[in-house]
């Protein structure tokens, strides 16, 4: 059985640009869908440029004004000074210890080390040491001077140096020099550490104090250490001067006797540093700068002296000058990359405006 196709009835041009106008209009929907999605998509990773970037320049605002904050807070601590020893070694080429006297050389080596650390107890007294600055100014440096000698002696103490009409003045800390001027000088006084609020006080009686300071440290802690160490290393020396009178050859003779010069050696050193803490923790030191009290500059007399004091004026101006652009030019730089960020966000949303509006109108035009 056959069949026959059915004919399509014709289109009337009415029909058929309707149908065309439906396509063109589909297809143009379609489009500016796509060109809406395209340029969202756009936004989105401008955006997202944009928020890091700026999260990377808060971050170094952050960092340029946290870090040194940090970086001054930031103190330097003091400790006292400490031994450290280690057990013999046998230098080389020599001959072992043989039987007891290698043990006991073993012994007398890790005694120098007491174990467990420092030990002190509560009810010992700490070990602090105070020292002491101030700045006077005075009339005569030589004869305050001699004034400080005095004081310092009438408190049981010395003076442990001076310079008078130097150029330079020893740091208080540091061990440095500074500059001062000409005619100036500085006094090291010892005095007892009970006497050093006595003599700090005493000082008023010099002169105008300037600036004054009083600094504690402990090394409580430090002196225990060298103590235990010093009765250990003692300990070994004398287990060590046994050996020796008990050596049965010479190689046990010549390594005993090369360990006790290093005991020998290392107790000396924990003694002297002891000395020496014991020295500071006694007698406190007071370091005291004589400034010269110069008489008031007379005011100008004529005009020579009135254009000397302008230009010298000028020049103190203008290096304050430079020294507050050296300081600004960092923030100015800081200033400008913020403002640059600023105005490329700023660009960035008008083109983002503009080119909505530049499809919105298209589509207004295709419908």
């Given at each position: 059985?056959?069949?026959?196709?059915?004919?399509?009835?014709?289109?009337?041009?009415?029909?058929?640009?309707?149908?065309?106008?439906?396509?063109?209009?589909?297809?143009?929907?379609?489009?500016?869908?796509?060109?809406?999605?395209?340029?969202?998509?756009?936004?989105?990773?401008?955006?997202?440029?944009?928020?890091?970037?700026?999260?990377?320049?808060?971050?170094?605002?952050?960092?340029?004004?946290?870090?040194?904050?940090?970086?001054?807070?930031?103190?330097?601590?003091?400790?006292?000074?400490?031994?450290?020893?280690?057990?013999?070694?046998?230098?080389?080429?020599?001959?072992?210890?043989?039987?007891?006297?290698?043990?006991?050389?073993?012994?007398?080596?890790?005694?120098?080390?007491?174990?467990?650390?420092?030990?002190?107890?509560?009810?010992?007294?700490?070990?602090?040491?105070?020292?002491?600055?101030?700045?006077?100014?005075?009339?005569?440096?030589?004869?305050?001077?001699?004034?400080?000698?005095?004081?310092?002696?009438?408190?049981?103490?010395?003076?442990?140096?001076?310079?008078?009409?130097?150029?330079?003045?020893?740091?208080?800390?540091?061990?440095?020099?500074?500059?001062?001027?000409?005619?100036?000088?500085?006094?090291?006084?010892?005095?007892?550490?009970?006497?050093?609020?006595?003599?700090?006080?005493?000082?008023?009686?010099?002169?105008?104090?300037?600036?004054?300071?009083?600094?504690?440290n402990d090394v409580t802690t430090a002196t225990t250490d060298l103590r235990a160490q010093i009765d250990s290393l003692t300990t070994s020396v004398t287990r060590l001067t046994q050996l020796m009178s008990q050596a049965t050859s010479v190689a046990d003779l010549l390594t005993a006797e090369t360990a006790l010069t290093d005991r020998q050696s290392q107790l000396q050193s924990a003694q002297q540093q002891l000395k020496?803490?014991?020295?500071?923790?006694?007698?406190?030191?007071?370091?005291?700068?004589?400034?010269?009290?110069?008489?008031?500059?007379?005011?100008?007399?004529?005009?020579?002296?009135?254009?000397?004091?302008?230009?010298?004026?000028?020049?103190?101006?203008?290096?304050?000058?430079?020294?507050?652009?050296?300081?600004?030019?960092?923030?100015?730089?800081?200033?400008?990359?913020?403002?640059?960020?600023?105005?490329?966000?700023?660009?960035?949303?008008?083109?983002?405006?503009?080119?909505?509006?530049?499809?919105?109108?298209?589509?207004?035009?295709?419908?």
């Amino acid at each position: 059985m056959t069949t026959t196709p059915t004919e399509l009835p014709e289109l009337s041009e009415e029909t058929a640009d309707r149908l065309e106008e439906a396509v063109f209009a589909q297809i143009a929907e379609e489009r500016a869908a796509e060109r809406a999605h395209r340029a969202l998509t756009r936004r989105r990773a401008r955006r997202r440029g944009w928020l890091t970037a700026g999260g990377v320049a808060a971050a170094f605002v952050v960092g340029v004004l946290v870090t040194p904050a940090i970086l001054n807070a930031t103190g330097s601590a003091s400790s006292g000074s400490s031994i450290a020893t280690a057990p013999y070694n046998a230098p080389s080429g020599a001959q072992p210890l043989s039987g007891a006297a290698k043990d006991l050389a073993q012994s007398s080596g890790g005694a120098s080390s007491p174990a467990g650390g420092s030990t002190s107890s509560t009810n010992t007294p700490r070990d602090v040491v105070r020292t002491g600055s101030a700045t006077v100014q005075v009339d005569d440096v030589r004869t305050a001077a001699d004034a400080l000698a005095a004081l310092a002696k009438k408190h049981g103490g010395f003076v442990e140096s001076q310079q008078i009409g130097s150029t330079s003045t020893p740091l208080t800390t540091g061990g440095g020099i500074v500059p001062s001027p000409a005619g100036d000088g500085w006094v090291t006084l010892r005095v007892p550490a009970a006497d050093l609020d006595a003599v700090m006080d005493a000082l008023r009686a010099q002169g105008t104090v300037l600036a004054t300071s009083v600094g504690t440290n402990d090394v409580t802690t430090a002196t225990t250490d060298l103590r235990a160490q010093i009765d250990s290393l003692t300990t070994s020396v004398t287990r060590l001067t046994q050996l020796m009178s008990q050596a049965t050859s010479v190689a046990d003779l010549l390594t005993a006797e090369t360990a006790l010069t290093d005991r020998q050696s290392q107790l000396q050193s924990a003694q002297q540093q002891l000395k020496d803490l014991e020295s500071q923790v006694a007698m406190s030191s007071v370091q005291v700068t004589l400034v010269h009290q110069a008489p008031a500059a007379a005011d100008p007399a004529g005009f020579g002296d009135g254009l000397a004091a302008g230009w010298k004026g000028l020049i103190v101006s203008l290096n304050a000058l430079v020294i507050a652009l050296g300081f600004l030019l960092p923030w100015l730089a800081l200033a400008l990359v913020v403002a640059l960020i600023v105005w490329a966000i700023v660009r960035a949303r008008r083109a983002r405006r503009t080119r909505l509006a530049a499809v919105t109108s298209a589509k207004a035009r295709e419908d």
